[in-house]
Protein backbone atom coordinates (compact mmCIF):
# COMPACT_ATOMS: atom_id res chain seq x y z
CA UNK A 1 0.00 0.00 0.00
CA UNK A 2 3.10 2.52 0.98
CA UNK A 3 4.75 2.00 -2.67
CA UNK A 4 1.12 2.37 -4.03
CA UNK A 5 0.85 5.41 -2.42
CA UNK A 6 4.64 6.65 -2.58
CA UNK A 7 3.84 6.05 -6.56
CA UNK A 8 0.59 7.83 -7.14
CA UNK A 9 2.12 10.81 -5.31
CA UNK A 10 5.42 10.79 -7.49
CA UNK A 11 3.21 10.72 -10.12
CA UNK A 12 0.88 13.43 -9.24
CA UNK A 13 4.38 15.17 -8.74
CA UNK A 14 5.65 14.76 -11.89
CA UNK A 15 2.64 15.67 -13.85
CA UNK A 16 2.09 18.40 -11.97
CA UNK A 17 5.72 19.37 -12.99
CA UNK A 18 4.88 18.71 -16.75
CA UNK A 19 1.87 20.51 -16.63
CA UNK A 20 3.68 23.96 -15.11
CA UNK A 21 6.40 22.95 -17.96
CA UNK A 22 3.10 23.50 -20.49
CA UNK A 23 1.71 26.28 -18.97
CA UNK A 24 4.80 28.27 -18.92
CA UNK A 25 5.30 27.47 -22.58
CA UNK A 26 2.07 28.28 -23.42
CA UNK A 27 3.01 31.87 -22.06
CA UNK A 28 5.98 32.29 -23.96
CA UNK A 29 4.09 31.05 -26.94
CA UNK A 30 1.15 33.96 -26.60
CA UNK A 31 3.64 36.96 -25.54
CA UNK A 32 5.97 36.07 -28.39
CA UNK A 33 2.49 35.90 -30.74
CA UNK A 34 1.97 39.34 -29.40
CA UNK A 35 4.84 40.32 -29.49
CA UNK A 36 5.22 39.75 -33.52
CA UNK A 37 1.50 41.29 -33.70
CA UNK A 38 2.94 44.44 -35.06
CA UNK A 39 5.97 43.03 -37.23
CA UNK A 40 3.48 41.65 -39.63
CA UNK A 41 1.79 44.36 -40.73
CA UNK A 42 2.48 45.46 -44.31
CA UNK A 43 1.60 49.51 -44.77
CA UNK A 44 0.84 50.35 -48.18
CA UNK A 45 4.07 53.58 -47.41
CA UNK A 46 7.25 53.07 -46.41
CA UNK A 47 8.08 56.15 -44.06
CA UNK A 48 11.18 57.83 -43.89
CA UNK A 49 10.76 58.10 -40.27
CA UNK A 50 9.01 54.93 -38.57
CA UNK A 51 10.30 54.11 -35.26
CA UNK A 52 9.90 56.18 -32.54
CA UNK A 53 10.12 56.19 -28.51
CA UNK A 54 9.33 58.39 -26.21
CA UNK A 55 11.82 61.42 -26.16
CA UNK A 56 13.36 63.46 -23.16
CA UNK A 57 10.67 65.12 -20.92
CA UNK A 58 13.88 68.33 -21.01
CA UNK A 59 13.62 68.73 -24.73
CA UNK A 60 9.57 69.29 -24.17
CA UNK A 61 10.77 71.88 -21.87
CA UNK A 62 12.75 73.98 -23.81
CA UNK A 63 10.26 73.68 -26.47
CA UNK A 64 7.37 74.81 -24.19
CA UNK A 65 9.75 77.69 -22.87
CA UNK A 66 10.37 79.21 -26.56
CA UNK A 67 6.64 79.31 -26.87
CA UNK A 68 6.01 81.21 -23.85
CA UNK A 69 8.60 83.72 -24.90
CA UNK A 70 6.91 84.38 -27.96
CA UNK A 71 3.34 84.58 -26.40
CA UNK A 72 5.14 87.17 -23.24
CA UNK A 73 6.89 89.17 -26.42
CA UNK A 74 10.51 88.28 -24.74
CA UNK A 75 12.22 87.65 -27.91
CA UNK A 76 15.52 88.36 -27.07
CA UNK A 77 15.82 85.75 -24.29
CA UNK A 78 14.79 83.03 -26.59
CA UNK A 79 18.09 83.13 -28.75
CA UNK A 80 19.40 81.03 -26.09
CA UNK A 81 17.55 78.12 -26.64
CA UNK A 82 18.43 78.24 -30.47
CA UNK A 83 20.88 76.62 -32.28
CA UNK A 84 23.65 79.09 -34.19
CA UNK A 85 21.94 77.85 -37.54
CA UNK A 86 18.08 77.57 -37.33
CA UNK A 87 15.73 76.51 -39.94
CA UNK A 88 12.07 77.39 -40.09
CA UNK A 89 9.32 75.92 -42.21
CA UNK A 90 6.78 79.00 -41.50
CA UNK A 91 3.09 77.83 -41.40
CA UNK A 92 2.46 80.21 -44.24
CA UNK A 93 4.58 78.56 -46.67
CA UNK A 94 7.69 80.99 -46.24
CA UNK A 95 10.99 79.47 -45.21
CA UNK A 96 13.57 80.43 -43.16
CA UNK A 97 17.43 78.99 -42.94
CA UNK A 98 20.04 81.15 -41.35
CA UNK A 99 21.38 82.43 -38.17
CA UNK A 100 19.40 82.57 -34.65
CA UNK A 101 20.21 86.28 -34.91
CA UNK A 102 18.56 86.48 -38.36
CA UNK A 103 15.61 84.80 -37.03
CA UNK A 104 15.23 86.93 -34.18
CA UNK A 105 15.20 89.87 -36.24
CA UNK A 106 12.87 89.05 -38.24
CA UNK A 107 10.52 87.37 -35.64
CA UNK A 108 11.08 90.59 -33.84
CA UNK A 109 9.47 92.47 -36.89
CA UNK A 110 6.75 90.12 -37.20
CA UNK A 111 5.45 90.32 -33.53
CA UNK A 112 5.28 93.77 -33.62
CA UNK A 113 2.14 93.37 -35.92
CA UNK A 114 0.63 91.95 -32.95
CA UNK A 115 -0.50 93.82 -29.22
CA UNK A 116 -1.45 90.29 -27.92
CA UNK A 117 -0.71 86.51 -28.49
CA UNK A 118 -2.36 83.89 -25.90
CA UNK A 119 -1.57 80.58 -26.21
CA UNK A 120 -3.65 77.22 -24.87
CA UNK A 121 -1.07 73.98 -24.89
CA UNK A 122 -3.33 71.07 -26.21
CA UNK A 123 -0.62 69.18 -26.32
CA UNK A 124 2.94 68.18 -26.33
CA UNK A 125 5.39 65.25 -26.44
CA UNK A 126 8.25 64.45 -26.76
CA UNK A 127 9.71 61.35 -29.03
CA UNK A 128 13.20 59.93 -30.35
CA UNK A 129 13.31 58.72 -33.88
CA UNK A 130 15.42 55.34 -33.47
CA UNK A 131 15.89 54.92 -36.62
CA UNK A 132 17.15 58.14 -37.58
CA UNK A 133 18.67 58.73 -34.17
CA UNK A 134 17.15 62.18 -34.01
CA UNK A 135 14.65 64.05 -31.41
CA UNK A 136 11.50 66.27 -31.82
CA UNK A 137 8.88 67.51 -29.70
CA UNK A 138 5.26 67.61 -31.13
CA UNK A 139 3.00 70.25 -29.89
CA UNK A 140 -0.51 70.94 -30.57
CA UNK A 141 -2.09 74.66 -29.27
CA UNK A 142 -4.76 76.99 -30.29
CA UNK A 143 -3.20 80.61 -30.80
CA UNK A 144 -5.24 83.62 -30.21
CA UNK A 145 -3.65 86.56 -31.62
CA UNK A 146 -4.89 90.57 -31.19
CA UNK A 147 -3.25 92.73 -34.01
CA UNK A 148 -2.55 96.37 -33.37
CA UNK A 149 -6.29 97.51 -34.46
CA UNK A 150 -7.42 95.18 -31.68
CA UNK A 151 -8.80 92.39 -33.80
CA UNK A 152 -8.64 89.38 -32.47
CA UNK A 153 -8.10 86.06 -34.72
CA UNK A 154 -7.47 82.38 -33.59
CA UNK A 155 -5.57 79.34 -35.39
CA UNK A 156 -5.36 75.90 -34.31
CA UNK A 157 -1.42 74.58 -35.08
CA UNK A 158 0.64 71.68 -35.22
CA UNK A 159 4.30 71.89 -35.25
CA UNK A 160 7.28 69.78 -34.86
CA UNK A 161 10.66 70.84 -33.49
CA UNK A 162 14.04 69.02 -33.79
CA UNK A 163 16.25 68.98 -30.91
CA UNK A 164 19.94 69.21 -31.24
CA UNK A 165 22.35 68.99 -28.55
CA UNK A 166 19.61 70.80 -26.26
CA UNK A 167 19.09 73.61 -28.18
CA UNK A 168 16.18 73.83 -31.22
CA UNK A 169 17.42 73.52 -34.66
CA UNK A 170 14.57 72.92 -36.89
CA UNK A 171 11.01 73.28 -36.32
CA UNK A 172 8.00 73.14 -38.87
CA UNK A 173 4.42 75.08 -38.23
CA UNK A 174 0.76 73.97 -39.51
CA UNK A 175 -2.29 76.08 -39.06
CA UNK A 176 -5.79 76.67 -39.85
CA UNK A 177 -7.92 79.06 -39.16
CA UNK A 178 -9.63 78.09 -35.89
CA UNK A 179 -13.80 77.32 -36.70
CA UNK A 180 -16.30 79.58 -35.34
CA UNK A 181 -17.74 77.79 -32.10
CA UNK A 182 -20.55 75.95 -32.80
CA UNK A 183 -24.15 78.29 -31.50
CA UNK A 184 -25.48 76.84 -28.06
CA UNK A 185 -28.89 75.10 -28.68
Known amino acids: MRKTLFAMFAFAIIFACNDEKKKDDKMSDDK ?13 YKADYSNFSMGDPNHAKLVLDFI ?53 MDA ?34 HAYFQVKNNKIAFWGEYAQKNPPAAPNK
Do not use: C
Open 32 to 44: KENADKGSNITYP
Open 68 to 120: KMWEDNKLDDMKSLLADSVGVNFNDGGRFMGTSDSLISMGKQFRATMSAVKIR
Open 124 to 157: FMPVHSNDKNEDYVLVWETDFITDKAGKTDSLVN
